[in-house]
Nanobody
Framework: VQLQASGGGLVQPGGSLRLSCVAS????????MGWFRQAPGKEREFVAAIRWSGGSTQYADFVKGRFTMSRDNAKNTVYLEMNSLKAEDTAVYYCASDTSYGSTWYRLRQQRTYDYWGQGTLVTVSS
């Protein structure tokens, strides 16, 4: 299984970016996917999660109303649309796959729930 994240870059405060994560190597129909981030000197934290089946989502409080996670089942790809970016959103963003069926939202907020991780893509918000 491979997860390939892309779309990071340098953006000014208030700007937007869209991250993508392409999954390959197995069927993901019953999985959930998550985005986490790790800022310099800080621990990795939960950003958002989505269920492949149905597309329901959950977000960390600090991104609600600004970030939107979506998926394209046909392309085995998940996206993270990030708007109104702030300097504190600067981090390496990782996508991850949970291959166990039916994880609760509580579990999907935990890093240990996920079986596979992408390599990360750097988002820098700066003027």
């Amino acid at each position: 299984v491979q997860l390939q994240a892309s779309g990071g870059g340098l953006v000014q405060p208030g700007g937007s970016l869209r991250l993508s994560c392409v999954a390959s190597g197995r069927t993901f129909n019953n999985d959930a996917m998550g985005w986490f981030r790790q800022a310099p000197g800080k621990e990795r934290e939960f950003v958002a999660a989505i269920r492949w089946s149905g597309g329901s989502t959950q977000y960390a409080d600090f991104v609600k109303g600004r970030f939107t996670m979506s998926r394209d089942n046909a392309k085995n790809t998940v996206y993270l649309e990030m708007n109104s970016l702030k300097a504190e959103d600067t981090a390496v963003y990782y996508c991850a796959s949970d291959t166990s069926y039916g994880s609760t939202w509580y579990r999907l907020r935990q890093q240990r729930t996920y079986d596979y991780w992408g390599q990360g893509t750097l988002v820098t918000v700066s003027s």
